[in-house]
Structures are given as structure tokens and as C-alpha cells.
């Protein structure tokens, strides 16, 4: 084609795929331009068949742009915050995109090892390919889902009509097809092969449309207020003792500006350990909150059992009854690396020298938590960055009628790193068919429907109290009864398979 000898100048090619990599946070909450993710991957697919030699490394050129401007926000943790000097902070900051620019490599690398023409290997085998690489991608070294593609769809698009129904990889699949059949409405040498890739995305998103209309939930007949507390404690202030006693203060004027059946403070709102306090400090809370007829819930961490570690958690202050530690609580069990525990403390410990993070070496809660009673509402909370991992939600899901999810986003400053955040608690509503409510110290504090909709949320920044009403979910969408994203990650990498089979018996026996 004419526009192949344009594309392959060098003057061209690059800073065009430098571009179009650029735009990809516009995919992304704040802006959520879902459309425009699959338009980019297009590009990308142009420019590789313009030249063909340099796709594994434009591949990767591309993605460490896509993912240095979309998680920009690190710096900001680590500089501004943390208070690491600029010269540790960049390099850093970096490592994490170039690590995950290596899937998208890694995937036109594997896709060249195909005996199939290009318009095959677009549209059938670089969707399995790229689905099975974020897959792994999520669950390698602890894992990290922050910026799979799947979630540029949340709520507005059709294709998020499929998180329901196979998860937030489902939505990855078809959105990278999408991106490629688009591309090859231009690219096919065939009529054919065009007006299938023309009829498969037309299929697809009308498909999710109607996907997005169905409720797989129900709900139960219960309804509640709540009221969802955001302190806007600055990070600075937060563990300094003597913003303590303000801090607090906040808290329990928020509590008592309202009535709602349900009041949830976000993480750590109590900044200190719930064992250090002195007791009749902490039931000062519960009273306010039972004065006001309000259960209530709040991030507080505390000691283990055992007193030899210490958990990030929300308490539930107004319970009528007590475990074995005290008040029921739930403890966040997927951490975050670096943040809230050192790993391979030997070899990275000295970083922390350089920095104020208090805490950064918590203990797991467990995987078998159940929800907590809060008014007539069972709640499943997580704790800031889980909701980033839908299948570790699922469990509790099944026996909660309302999700939960406390968060300190002050570690970010101003950035969009809330509103990405928030944008991966649309996905949970939707994969789960519950209402998710979201109480966070600087923001996104939000109530999100069954639909993945934002039906009220607090400006970033400010202190103040988001009040609305939710009703109680029951039942399982498709994806909670396959219980997890393993079964599709497992089909999509034996379909590969087969075509690599398939593919090299076909060549043999010619």
C-alpha cells in the first residue's frame, strides 16, 4: 500500500508510535475515551506493517511510553512523598514500566514464531496472546493489574458488558481484537478477510451492549444509607503525633453530621495501632456513631495475634459481638510491594533509609475473611490496592450483599492515580453485580452501582462526607461461578497452542 513507503520513514515512524503511545492514559479514567485504545493499537499494527523488522522493538518502545505516561503518578509517591531523592526516584519510576513494556514484546515476539498470513495472526492469535501475557503479567511477582487494557472499557463502553461474564481479561480479549480487526479493515490483501474482521467487531460490541443490559444479580430487598468519610489528612501530617488528636477530631465531626444506616472511614483514618489506644478513646467512636444510629467501620491498623506483626485493617466499631482479637475486623492481605512490605530486604532494605514510609513491612490478613455485619448490609471490604485483583474478591463476594473499599490515594498527590483507582472499582461492581462504595482519604470517594456506574462521588481533595443510598445484592454473575480468571487464561493459552501446532504440521506436510 501507498501509505506503507510514509509510514516506513523513519521520521515518521517514530515519533508517530512515540504519539499514539502517548495517548493511551486518554483510554483511561480520568478522561475515559474507551474508543480510543483500540483506534491506538490500530496504529500500532500500521506502523509494525509498514516495518516488519522493528515490531518486537516498537512493540516494546511502544508500551514503555503507554505505561511510563499512564503510571507517572509513582514519582510522586517516591519523591514527593516518601521524601526519595530525584536521582533514586526517576530511575525507579522507570523500572516499572520497563518491566511491563516486556509483555507486549514478549507477545510479537511469540507471534512471529506463527506459520499463519498477518491478517491470522492479528486477529485471532494476538488477542489470546496479549490476554494470556496480562494475565501473567498480574499474578508474576506478586503481580500488578494497574493498566490492563480491559479496564479502558470501564463502565461506558459495550465491551464492558462482558466483566461480567468472564472478568476484567474477558474485556482485555475483546478489546485488543477489536483494536485489531479495525486494523485489518485496512491491512487485508483479501475481501473476505476484511469483511470478517468488518462483521467480528460490529458482532462484538453489539454482543456487549446487549451483555450490558442483562443482571445476573438480583437484589435481596434491603436498602441503607451510607455515609462515606473523606479526611484529606495530607500524607505529610498523617503519622506526625501531633496531628493526631486533629486528625481524629475530624473523623468524629464527619461521624456526627449524619445519620446514615452505615458510616466507613477510609484507610488508617485511626493513624495509630488499635492496641496503643487507650480504650475509651476508640469507644468515643463507637458511642457517636450508635448515638447517631449509625453502624461503623474504620481503617485502623493493629498488632497480630501474636503481637509480632501488624495488619492494615478496618474494624467494625459498633459490633455486637467479638472475636478472638476483639472487634471484627477485616486485614488486607494482598500488599503492596515496596510500599507495604520490603521484598528481598537484604538487597533493596538500604532504599528505606531515604525515605518516610512508616509500617512498610505488614503482615498478610488471610484469604478466608469473611464479610463484616454493618447494619443490615454484609460487606466485603478490600483495602486500596486489592480491588485491583478481581478473582481475590470473588470469595467474599459470594457471601456479601455490598463491596467496600477503604483507600489512602494521598500517597499520589494530585495525580490521576485516584481516578485510574476508581476506575478499577467499576470493574469489581461489575464483575460482581454489587454495589461498591469507595471512602478514601483524599479521593476517589464514590458510590458505584451493579452497572460499573458512578451514581455520587465527593470532589478529590476536600474534606467532606458523601451520603447516598445502596441497595443489597445477592446472587453469582457467570464470572463468580467459574470462581476465577484461570479457566479463560487456560483456554486462551491451549487455543494458542493449537494454532502453533497446527501451524508448523501444515508446513512440514507441504
Not at 108 to 123: E, I, P, Q, V
Not at 172 to 187: H, I, K, R
Not at 216 to 234: R, W, Y
Request: hydrophobic fraction near 50%; glycine fraction near 8%; include cysteine.
Amino acid at each position: 500500500m501507498k501509505y506503507y513507503a510514509v509510514l516506513a520513514k523513519t521520521w515518521v515512524y517514530w515519533p508517530l508510535l512515540l504519539l499514539s503511545a502517548a495517548l493511551v492514559p486518554f483510554a483511561f479514567a480520568p478522561y475515559y475515551h474507551y474508543w480510543l485504545l483500540p483506534v491506538l493499537l490500530a496504529v500500532l499494527l500500521f506502523l509494525q506493517a509498514a516495518r516488519p523488522q522493528w515490531r518486537i522493538r516498537s512493540a516494546y518502545l511502544w508500551a514503555l511510553t503507554a505505561y511510563t505516561t499512564l503510571l507517572y503518578w509513582i514519582d510522586i509517591a517516591l519523591h514527593d512523598i516518601a521524601g526519595l531523592p530525584q536521582f533514586l526516584a526517576w530511575p525507579l519510576t522507570m523500572l516499572l514500566p520497563a518491566y511491563l513494556a516486556i509483555y507486549p514484546a514478549l507477545v510479537f515476539w511469540l507471534l512471529g514464531k506463527f506459520r499463519f498470513s498477518n491478517t491470522t495472526c492479528h486477529a485471532v492469535i494476538l488477542p489470546l496472546l496479549w490476554t494470556v501475557a496480562e494475565f501473567v503479567r498480574e499474578r508474576a511477582l506478586t503481580g500488578f493489574g494497574w493498566g490492563i487494557w480491559g479496564y479502558s472499557q470501564i463502565a461506558d463502553s459495550a465491551l464492558a458488558g462482558f466483566t461480567p461474564v468472564g472478568g476484567i481479561f474477558l474485556v482485555t480479549l475483546v478489546t485488543v481484537a477489536s483494536g485489531a480487526w479495525l486494523a485489518e479493515l485496512l491491512l487485508a490483501t483479501k475481501r473476505k478477510a476484511k469483511i470478517g474482521c468488518g462483521v467480528s467487531l460490529i458482532s462484538v460490541w453489539l454482543v456487549g451492549a446487549v451483555l450490558l443490559q442483562y443482571n445476573f444479580t438480583q437484589a435481596d430487598g434491603t436498602h441503607a444509607t451510607v455515609a462515606l468519610a473523606q479526611g484529606n489528612i495530607p500524607q505529610s501530617l498523617k503519622w506526625d503525633e501531633r496531628s493526631l488528636q486533629p486528625t481524629l477530631q475530624r473523623y468524629l465531626d464527619q461521624i456526627a453530621s449524619t445519620r446514615a444506616n452505615i458510616v466507613i472511614l477510609p484507610e488508617t483514618a485511626i493513624p495509630v495501632m488499635r492496641q496503643d489506644m487507650p480504650p475509651e478513646q476508640l469507644e468515643i467512636f463507637a458511642h457517636l456513631a450508635r448515638k447517631q444510629g449509625s453502624a461503623l467501620a474504620a481503617g485502623i491498623p493493629q498488632y497480630t495475634v501474636d503481637g509480632n506483626g501488624y495488619l492494615n485493617s478496618v474494624v467494625n466499631f459498633t459490633a455486637n459481638t467479638a472475636t478472638a482479637g476483639g472487634l471484627p475486623y477485616y486485614a488486607k492481605n494482598h500488599l503492596v510491594p515496596f510500599g507495604e512490605y520490603i521484598p528481598l530486604p537484604r538487597l533493596l532494605g538500604w532504599l528505606y533509609l531515604w525515605m518516610d514510609m512508616p509500617l512498610a513491612g505488614f503482615s498478610k490478613g488471610g484469604s478466608a475473611q469473611m464479610p463484616l455485619q454493618l447494619a443490615n448490609q454484609r460487606v466485603a471490604f478490600n483495602i486500596c490496592y486489592e480491588d485491583g485483583f478481581g478473582d481475590e474478591l470473588i470469595a467474599a463476594a459470594r457471601q456479601a450483599s455490598l463491596l467496600a473499599n477503604i483507600s489512602n490515594m494521598a500517597w499520589y498527590g494530585h495525580s490521576h492515580a485516584m481516578q485510574q483507582h476508581l476506575q478499577q472499582s467499576q470493574a469489581r461492581a461489575l464483575e460482581t453485580g454489587r454495589y461498591m462504595v469507595r471512602a478514601t482519604n483524599t479521593g476517589m470517594t464514590a458510590i458505584i452501582n451493579p452497572k460499573g456506574k458512578i451514581v455520587a462521588q465527593l470532589d478529590p481533595d476536600i474534606a467532606a462526607v458523601l451520603e447516598g443510598n445502596i441497595q443489597g445484592y445477592q446472587g453469582n454473575t457467570p464470572y463468580m461461578y467459574i470462581g476465577s480468571s484461570w479457566p479463560m487464561a487456560i483456554i486462551c493459552l491451549l487455543l494458542v497452542s493449537i494454532f502453533w501446532l497446527y501451524g508448523r504440521f501444515r508446513v512440514r506436510s507441504l
